[in-house]
């Protein structure tokens, strides 16, 4: 996919937030579709735990509509009238190079009349009441609007893996996401952290976690923290992650990283970037080279054309792929691998003596060919 694709993708995108604002009232099924692109969707949702009007964007795999089997994770954007369309841009180009699954993307902001997104996003985001912050302080009641509304609804109107969400934020939102970390991981999987306002409330960040690991030696999540080295809370960063990595929480992946020259706002686009990496990270298994010896021999798609697999070092490999040679390939669940820890999928065909026969591999965006085991 080309860049112009994705620069008009993410201009497209920008048009929602200056022109959705006319469909608060109401949501006619053909006021679903803003124009944005196919499969994406302008949704609302009128809580009735907070009273808050709720704006959701949404963006949807380019094959959702043909896949009607293929259920997909979800990643929860804060800030949606800030950052959803360039989360969308940047997940689509991850997504090109296949460091990233196919995702639903969903913009948590704001609707009404000309909305006080800050206002409105200090009150959600915030876990304490501060009486220099006006009406502060409702994280529990967010995370309650998380819970019982907005997940189930986007659970019941899309196909989901609800076992595979992911929650991002900055500033404000980061505070949140950091919150969620130790408030609501049941319901979301992977974190990532961007320049979070730790100062908030005398550091009541850091009280959260201690709070937490008095009572919790495990912690199963993914989890990406990270900052501007320009940004004014980077020592709050620093401490953040060396109080994290000393628990040791079974189960958590933990990264912290610095984004050198830039700032507040400006560390945002790698960020999110590295974030999802992180997130989305294919975690390969360990197989014997006698479990992988079946896999080894010869594969063929056309006379001429074929791959050998080999063991290199104790991993299956492509003995040469293109000009690279003695490539490796990554164990996922048994008879799936994936190349150099990419979406990329080799899945081995078996016949119906559980032999193997066959490999079918993606070999561009989309291009899925089979290739017959030769010997």
Not at 25 to 33: D, G, K, N, V, W
Not at 191 to 208: E, K, M, Q, R
Not at 294 to 316: D, M, N
Request: net charge negative; hydrophobic share 35%; proline share 3%.
């Amino acid at each position: 996919m080309s860049h112009l694709k994705y620069s008009a993708t993410f201009l497209i995108l920008l048009l929602i937030c200056a022109h959705a604002n006319a469909q608060e009232e109401q949501e006619p099924e053909a006021l679903r579709y803003q124009g944005m692109c196919v499969g994406s969707e302008t949704r609302f949702l009128n809580s009735k735990i907070n009273d808050k009007h709720y704006k959701l964007y949404i963006s949807l795999p380019d094959g959702y509509e043909t896949q009607k089997n293929e259920k997909y994770p979800v990643l929860y954007a804060l800030d949606g009238q800030y950052d959803f369309a360039s989360i969308v841009s940047i997940q689509g180009s991850l997504r090109y190079d296949r460091h990233s699954p196919e995702l639903i993307i969903v913009g948590v902001s704001y609707a009404g009349e000309n909305p006080d997104y800050e206002a409105l996003r200090a009150n959600d985001m915030t876990p304490t009441a501060l009486p220099q912050i006006k009406n502060s302080g409702d994280a529990e009641q967010f995370t309650a609007v998380f819970r019982s509304e907005i997940i189930p609804f986007i659970d019941k109107e899309y196909r989901t893996q609800t076992e595979n969400r992911t929650l991002t934020g900055t500033s404000f939102a980061g505070l949140y996401t950091h919150y969620a970390l130790f408030k609501a991981n049941d319901l979301f999987h992977n974190f990532v952290i961007c320049n979070p306002s730790y100062w908030y409330d005398n550091g009541y960040a850091f009280t959260l976690e201690k709070d937490y690991s008095k009572s919790n030696d495990s912690l199963k999540a993914n989890v990406f923290l990270v900052s501007g080295s320009l940004d004014f809370t980077v020592d709050l960063h620093h401490k953040m992650a060396e109080q994290i990595a000393s628990r040791k929480y079974k189960g958590l992946h933990f990264k912290s990283s610095i984004s050198e020259g830039l700032g507040h706002s400006g560390a945002k686009a790698e960020g999110y970037s590295k974030g999802m990496l992180h997130s989305f990270k294919i975690r390969d298994i360990e197989l014997s080279e006698a479990q992988l010896q079946k896999y080894v021999g010869t594969y063929r798609f056309a006379p001429g054309k074929e791959i050998s697999l080999i063991l290199h070092e104790g991993r299956l490999a492509i003995a040469q792929f293109g000009k690279q040679t003695n490539l490796p390939i990554y164990a996922l669940p048994e008879d799936a691998f994936s190349l150099q820890g990419t979406y990329k999928i080799f899945e081995f065909n078996k016949d119906n003596e559980g032999t193997i026969n066959g490999l079918t591999i993606e070999l561009g965006a989309d291009n899925l060919v089979t290739l017959a085991k030769v010997d």
